[in-house]
Protein backbone atom coordinates (compact mmCIF):
# COMPACT_ATOMS: atom_id res chain seq x y z
CA UNK A 1 0.00 0.00 0.00
CA UNK A 2 2.60 2.39 0.56
CA UNK A 3 4.63 1.81 -2.34
CA UNK A 4 1.35 2.40 -3.97
CA UNK A 5 0.85 5.89 -2.56
CA UNK A 6 4.34 6.89 -3.08
CA UNK A 7 4.75 5.86 -6.67
CA UNK A 8 1.18 7.76 -7.12
CA UNK A 9 2.97 10.82 -5.29
CA UNK A 10 6.15 10.57 -7.47
CA UNK A 11 3.97 10.43 -10.91
CA UNK A 12 2.07 13.31 -9.67
CA UNK A 13 5.01 15.53 -8.73
CA UNK A 14 6.68 14.62 -12.00
CA UNK A 15 3.32 15.45 -13.64
CA UNK A 16 3.41 18.66 -11.77
CA UNK A 17 6.72 19.52 -12.61
CA UNK A 18 6.48 18.62 -16.42
CA UNK A 19 3.73 20.97 -16.85
CA UNK A 20 5.20 23.36 -14.72
CA UNK A 21 8.29 23.35 -17.07
CA UNK A 22 5.68 24.12 -19.78
CA UNK A 23 3.96 26.56 -18.28
CA UNK A 24 7.27 28.17 -17.43
CA UNK A 25 8.64 27.87 -20.90
CA UNK A 26 4.94 29.47 -22.54
CA UNK A 27 4.86 32.11 -19.38
CA UNK A 28 8.73 33.42 -20.15
CA UNK A 29 7.93 33.42 -23.68
CA UNK A 30 4.83 35.46 -22.88
CA UNK A 31 6.58 37.90 -20.78
CA UNK A 32 9.12 38.21 -23.61
CA UNK A 33 6.69 38.97 -25.72
CA UNK A 34 5.03 41.57 -23.76
CA UNK A 35 8.20 43.12 -22.51
CA UNK A 36 9.61 43.37 -26.28
CA UNK A 37 5.95 45.14 -27.18
CA UNK A 38 6.20 47.39 -23.97
CA UNK A 39 9.48 48.43 -25.68
CA UNK A 40 9.07 48.93 -28.51
CA UNK A 41 5.66 50.94 -27.80
CA UNK A 42 7.29 53.26 -25.50
CA UNK A 43 10.76 53.66 -28.03
CA UNK A 44 7.49 54.41 -30.48
CA UNK A 45 5.78 56.84 -28.48
CA UNK A 46 9.27 58.28 -27.49
CA UNK A 47 9.66 59.08 -31.45
CA UNK A 48 6.33 60.41 -32.11
CA UNK A 49 6.70 63.15 -29.32
CA UNK A 50 9.80 63.67 -30.30
CA UNK A 51 8.96 64.27 -33.77
CA UNK A 52 5.60 65.92 -32.90
CA UNK A 53 7.98 68.35 -30.74
CA UNK A 54 10.09 69.15 -33.71
CA UNK A 55 7.19 69.70 -35.89
CA UNK A 56 5.84 71.88 -33.57
CA UNK A 57 8.83 73.79 -32.60
CA UNK A 58 9.55 74.00 -36.76
CA UNK A 59 5.81 75.71 -37.89
CA UNK A 60 6.35 78.25 -34.30
CA UNK A 61 9.41 79.14 -35.71
CA UNK A 62 8.10 79.81 -39.40
CA UNK A 63 5.40 81.69 -37.80
CA UNK A 64 7.35 83.62 -35.69
CA UNK A 65 9.84 84.03 -38.87
CA UNK A 66 7.09 85.38 -40.96
CA UNK A 67 4.53 87.22 -38.74
CA UNK A 68 5.38 90.76 -39.19
CA UNK A 69 3.61 91.57 -35.76
CA UNK A 70 5.69 90.05 -32.82
CA UNK A 71 3.37 88.94 -29.68
CA UNK A 72 3.68 91.65 -26.95
CA UNK A 73 6.77 91.53 -24.27
CA UNK A 74 7.55 93.08 -21.28
CA UNK A 75 8.07 96.63 -21.87
CA UNK A 76 11.17 97.11 -19.32
CA UNK A 77 11.94 93.45 -19.89
CA UNK A 78 12.69 94.70 -23.67
CA UNK A 79 14.43 98.06 -22.52
CA UNK A 80 17.00 96.02 -20.74
CA UNK A 81 17.82 94.09 -22.92
CA UNK A 82 18.15 96.31 -25.63
CA UNK A 83 20.19 99.55 -23.91
CA UNK A 84 22.16 97.38 -21.93
CA UNK A 85 25.97 99.27 -20.34
CA UNK A 86 26.16 102.71 -19.22
CA UNK A 87 26.59 104.77 -22.35
CA UNK A 88 24.65 108.48 -22.25
CA UNK A 89 22.37 106.90 -25.17
CA UNK A 90 21.50 103.16 -23.14
CA UNK A 91 20.74 105.44 -20.09
CA UNK A 92 18.73 108.00 -21.90
CA UNK A 93 16.63 105.28 -23.76
CA UNK A 94 16.19 103.34 -20.54
CA UNK A 95 15.00 106.35 -18.53
CA UNK A 96 12.50 106.94 -21.12
CA UNK A 97 10.69 104.20 -21.22
CA UNK A 98 10.53 103.77 -17.36
CA UNK A 99 8.56 107.06 -18.26
CA UNK A 100 6.19 105.05 -20.61
CA UNK A 101 6.24 102.61 -17.60
CA UNK A 102 4.94 104.76 -14.92
CA UNK A 103 3.27 107.62 -15.84
CA UNK A 104 1.84 106.22 -19.00
CA UNK A 105 0.74 102.75 -18.19
CA UNK A 106 2.04 101.60 -20.77
CA UNK A 107 3.09 97.98 -19.58
CA UNK A 108 3.98 95.90 -23.03
CA UNK A 109 5.03 96.22 -26.56
CA UNK A 110 4.05 94.54 -29.61
CA UNK A 111 7.56 94.15 -31.89
CA UNK A 112 6.83 94.91 -35.35
CA UNK A 113 9.43 94.35 -38.26
CA UNK A 114 11.96 96.95 -39.05
CA UNK A 115 11.63 97.79 -42.44
CA UNK A 116 10.70 100.61 -44.44
CA UNK A 117 6.26 99.24 -44.14
CA UNK A 118 7.54 99.50 -40.70
CA UNK A 119 5.05 102.87 -39.69
CA UNK A 120 2.36 101.51 -42.14
CA UNK A 121 2.17 98.03 -40.97
CA UNK A 122 2.17 99.30 -37.36
CA UNK A 123 -0.93 101.64 -38.07
CA UNK A 124 -3.09 99.33 -40.13
CA UNK A 125 -2.48 96.41 -37.91
CA UNK A 126 -3.65 98.49 -34.86
CA UNK A 127 -6.80 99.40 -36.90
CA UNK A 128 -7.53 96.06 -38.13
CA UNK A 129 -6.61 94.47 -34.48
CA UNK A 130 -8.85 96.98 -32.72
CA UNK A 131 -11.75 96.97 -35.13
CA UNK A 132 -11.84 99.55 -36.50
CA UNK A 133 -14.43 100.51 -39.07
CA UNK A 134 -13.75 102.14 -42.70
CA UNK A 135 -13.28 105.60 -42.41
CA UNK A 136 -16.67 107.99 -43.33
CA UNK A 137 -15.23 108.93 -46.79
CA UNK A 138 -14.20 105.72 -47.60
CA UNK A 139 -17.74 104.70 -46.91
CA UNK A 140 -19.35 107.16 -49.18
CA UNK A 141 -17.15 106.19 -52.66
CA UNK A 142 -15.49 103.03 -53.92
CA UNK A 143 -12.31 102.90 -52.93
CA UNK A 144 -11.88 100.56 -55.89
CA UNK A 145 -12.61 102.89 -58.62
CA UNK A 146 -9.87 105.84 -57.44
CA UNK A 147 -7.10 104.48 -59.95
CA UNK A 148 -9.60 104.24 -62.72
CA UNK A 149 -10.55 107.97 -61.10
CA UNK A 150 -7.35 109.62 -61.83
CA UNK A 151 -6.19 107.93 -64.05
CA UNK A 152 -9.22 108.69 -66.46
CA UNK A 153 -11.42 111.50 -65.04
CA UNK A 154 -8.58 113.41 -63.98
CA UNK A 155 -5.89 112.89 -66.70
CA UNK A 156 -3.36 111.72 -64.20
CA UNK A 157 -1.73 109.60 -66.85
CA UNK A 158 1.48 109.81 -65.26
CA UNK A 159 0.45 107.15 -62.28
CA UNK A 160 1.56 104.62 -64.66
CA UNK A 161 5.07 105.61 -63.19
CA UNK A 162 3.76 104.33 -59.65
CA UNK A 163 6.40 102.11 -58.19
CA UNK A 164 4.89 99.21 -55.73
CA UNK A 165 7.91 99.10 -53.16
CA UNK A 166 10.43 97.20 -53.30
CA UNK A 167 9.03 95.31 -56.49
CA UNK A 168 10.43 99.03 -58.08
CA UNK A 169 7.52 98.33 -60.63
CA UNK A 170 6.66 100.67 -63.26
CA UNK A 171 4.64 100.52 -66.67
CA UNK A 172 1.36 99.97 -68.16
CA UNK A 173 0.50 97.27 -65.85
CA UNK A 174 0.57 100.10 -62.74
CA UNK A 175 -3.04 100.62 -63.23
CA UNK A 176 -4.43 96.88 -63.31
CA UNK A 177 -1.97 95.91 -59.65
CA UNK A 178 -2.90 98.92 -57.71
CA UNK A 179 -6.80 97.79 -58.78
CA UNK A 180 -5.80 94.76 -56.86
CA UNK A 181 -4.28 96.11 -54.01
CA UNK A 182 -6.97 98.34 -53.70
CA UNK A 183 -9.17 95.12 -53.71
CA UNK A 184 -6.95 92.93 -51.16
CA UNK A 185 -7.33 96.19 -48.90
CA UNK A 186 -11.41 96.71 -49.00
CA UNK A 187 -12.07 92.95 -49.14
CA UNK A 188 -9.45 92.28 -45.82
CA UNK A 189 -10.77 95.58 -44.15
CA UNK A 190 -13.97 94.58 -44.15
CA UNK A 191 -13.99 91.09 -43.34
CA UNK A 192 -11.88 91.38 -39.93
CA UNK A 193 -14.23 94.50 -39.15
CA UNK A 194 -17.20 92.42 -39.47
CA UNK A 195 -15.54 89.74 -36.77
CA UNK A 196 -16.28 90.83 -33.25
CA UNK A 197 -14.64 88.51 -31.02
CA UNK A 198 -11.44 90.08 -30.25
CA UNK A 199 -9.90 86.88 -30.26
CA UNK A 200 -10.30 85.51 -33.45
CA UNK A 201 -10.21 89.03 -34.97
CA UNK A 202 -6.59 88.43 -33.48
CA UNK A 203 -5.94 85.38 -34.86
CA UNK A 204 -7.28 86.41 -38.37
CA UNK A 205 -4.88 89.65 -37.78
CA UNK A 206 -1.75 86.97 -36.63
CA UNK A 207 -2.55 85.02 -40.25
CA UNK A 208 -2.69 88.14 -42.29
CA UNK A 209 0.17 89.55 -41.37
CA UNK A 210 2.09 86.45 -41.62
CA UNK A 211 1.50 86.73 -45.15
CA UNK A 212 4.40 89.20 -47.05
CA UNK A 213 2.86 88.85 -50.55
CA UNK A 214 -1.15 89.76 -49.03
CA UNK A 215 0.59 92.53 -46.58
CA UNK A 216 2.51 94.46 -49.08
CA UNK A 217 -0.58 94.97 -51.10
CA UNK A 218 -2.36 96.22 -48.49
CA UNK A 219 0.41 98.94 -47.79
CA UNK A 220 0.63 99.46 -51.53
CA UNK A 221 -2.97 100.42 -51.37
CA UNK A 222 -2.83 102.87 -48.32
CA UNK A 223 0.16 104.43 -50.50
CA UNK A 224 -2.49 105.24 -53.57
CA UNK A 225 -5.01 106.45 -51.54
CA UNK A 226 -2.72 109.04 -49.99
CA UNK A 227 -1.67 109.67 -53.40
CA UNK A 228 -5.45 110.41 -54.44
CA UNK A 229 -5.78 112.66 -51.49
CA UNK A 230 -2.62 114.50 -52.26
CA UNK A 231 -4.05 115.16 -56.02
CA UNK A 232 -7.52 116.24 -54.17
CA UNK A 233 -6.26 118.83 -52.30
CA UNK A 234 -3.94 119.83 -54.82
CA UNK A 235 -6.99 120.45 -57.33
CA UNK A 236 -8.64 122.12 -54.73
CA UNK A 237 -6.04 124.87 -54.02
CA UNK A 238 -5.41 125.01 -57.84
CA UNK A 239 -9.33 125.82 -58.26
CA UNK A 240 -9.54 127.89 -54.81
CA UNK A 241 -12.18 125.50 -53.78
CA UNK A 242 -12.90 125.08 -50.46
CA UNK A 243 -9.59 124.84 -47.99
CA UNK A 244 -7.44 122.04 -46.87
CA UNK A 245 -6.00 120.99 -43.84
CA UNK A 246 -2.62 122.51 -43.31
CA UNK A 247 -0.80 119.60 -43.68
CA UNK A 248 -1.22 119.91 -47.23
CA UNK A 249 0.70 123.54 -47.08
CA UNK A 250 3.23 121.27 -45.33
CA UNK A 251 3.66 118.70 -48.36
CA UNK A 252 3.70 121.13 -50.96
CA UNK A 253 6.22 123.73 -49.67
CA UNK A 254 8.54 120.51 -49.94
CA UNK A 255 11.10 121.41 -52.56
CA UNK A 256 10.54 117.73 -53.32
CA UNK A 257 7.13 117.06 -53.26
CA UNK A 258 5.52 120.87 -54.60
CA UNK A 259 3.17 118.87 -56.60
CA UNK A 260 1.18 115.14 -56.68
CA UNK A 261 3.80 113.81 -59.51
CA UNK A 262 7.22 115.03 -57.71
CA UNK A 263 5.51 113.64 -54.03
CA UNK A 264 4.92 110.47 -55.77
CA UNK A 265 8.10 110.34 -57.36
CA UNK A 266 10.26 111.48 -54.38
CA UNK A 267 8.74 110.49 -51.67
CA UNK A 268 5.72 107.41 -52.34
CA UNK A 269 7.63 105.42 -54.39
CA UNK A 270 10.13 104.92 -52.28
CA UNK A 271 8.26 104.09 -49.18
CA UNK A 272 8.52 100.70 -48.11
CA UNK A 273 11.89 100.33 -50.55
CA UNK A 274 14.46 102.63 -49.42
CA UNK A 275 13.13 105.10 -47.20
CA UNK A 276 10.02 105.15 -44.88
CA UNK A 277 7.23 107.53 -44.09
CA UNK A 278 8.76 111.14 -42.63
CA UNK A 279 6.68 113.04 -40.10
CA UNK A 280 4.30 114.48 -43.10
CA UNK A 281 3.63 111.49 -44.11
CA UNK A 282 2.73 110.40 -40.85
CA UNK A 283 0.61 113.60 -41.16
CA UNK A 284 -1.28 112.47 -44.22
CA UNK A 285 -1.48 108.79 -42.72
CA UNK A 286 -3.57 109.45 -39.75
CA UNK A 287 -5.69 111.82 -41.73
CA UNK A 288 -6.84 109.86 -44.51
CA UNK A 289 -7.51 106.77 -42.48
CA UNK A 290 -9.13 109.01 -40.10
CA UNK A 291 -7.00 107.91 -36.80
CA UNK A 292 -5.39 110.07 -34.81
CA UNK A 293 -1.73 108.80 -34.54
CA UNK A 294 0.29 109.61 -30.72
CA UNK A 295 4.04 109.03 -31.28
CA UNK A 296 6.20 108.23 -28.25
CA UNK A 297 9.27 109.36 -29.61
CA UNK A 298 11.99 107.90 -27.16
CA UNK A 299 14.86 109.87 -28.12
CA UNK A 300 13.02 112.66 -27.43
CA UNK A 301 12.79 111.83 -24.19
CA UNK A 302 12.53 115.07 -21.56
CA UNK A 303 11.31 117.30 -24.65
CA UNK A 304 7.91 118.98 -25.82
CA UNK A 305 8.12 116.56 -28.93
CA UNK A 306 8.18 113.15 -27.25
CA UNK A 307 4.48 112.92 -27.81
CA UNK A 308 3.23 113.79 -31.00
CA UNK A 309 -0.09 113.45 -32.20
CA UNK A 310 -0.37 113.00 -36.17
CA UNK A 311 -2.49 114.90 -37.18
CA UNK A 312 -2.41 117.69 -34.54
CA UNK A 313 -5.58 118.75 -35.58
CA UNK A 314 -8.17 115.97 -35.77
CA UNK A 315 -11.99 115.55 -35.13
CA UNK A 316 -13.46 114.12 -31.64
CA UNK A 317 -15.33 111.19 -33.24
CA UNK A 318 -11.46 109.77 -34.82
CA UNK A 319 -10.14 106.57 -33.06
CA UNK A 320 -6.91 106.27 -31.60
CA UNK A 321 -3.70 104.81 -31.56
CA UNK A 322 -0.45 104.71 -30.53
CA UNK A 323 2.86 104.20 -31.98
CA UNK A 324 6.53 103.70 -30.28
CA UNK A 325 9.87 104.63 -31.89
CA UNK A 326 13.13 105.19 -30.90
CA UNK A 327 14.57 107.16 -34.46
CA UNK A 328 11.46 107.84 -36.17
CA UNK A 329 12.38 105.53 -38.69
CA UNK A 330 11.03 102.19 -37.07
CA UNK A 331 7.73 101.78 -35.33
CA UNK A 332 6.36 99.45 -32.43
CA UNK A 333 3.19 98.99 -30.90
CA UNK A 334 2.59 99.84 -27.00
CA UNK A 335 -0.02 98.13 -24.87
CA UNK A 336 -1.72 100.02 -22.18
CA UNK A 337 -2.27 98.19 -18.51
CA UNK A 338 -3.80 100.37 -15.90
Known sequence: GRHEVWSWTTATKESLCLMW???????????SFLAAVFWYCRRLYSFLAQLLKWWSNYLQTKLIRNLSVLTEVDLLGYSAREWKGETKQAKHMREAYEE???????????????DNYSAIRAVLFQ????????PSWMKERDILKLPEKLLYSQGCNWIQQYSFGPERYTGPNAFGKLRKCMEALKTNWAEINAIKDHEERGNMCNTLFSDENKEHKLYEAIKFIMLYEVVEAYEQIKNRDEPVHNLFSLLFARDTSSDPLSFMMNHLNS??????????ELFLLGYVLQV??????????NTEEFQVNYPDEYRREWNEISLLTEDDHYYHIPLFRT
Do not use: A, E, T
Open 127 to 134: IFNQGIPF
Open 271 to 280: IGDSICLDQV
Open 21 to 31: QKVKVQLMLSM
Open 292 to 301: KIRVYRLHKF
Open 100 to 114: LFWSCHIKYLRQVRR
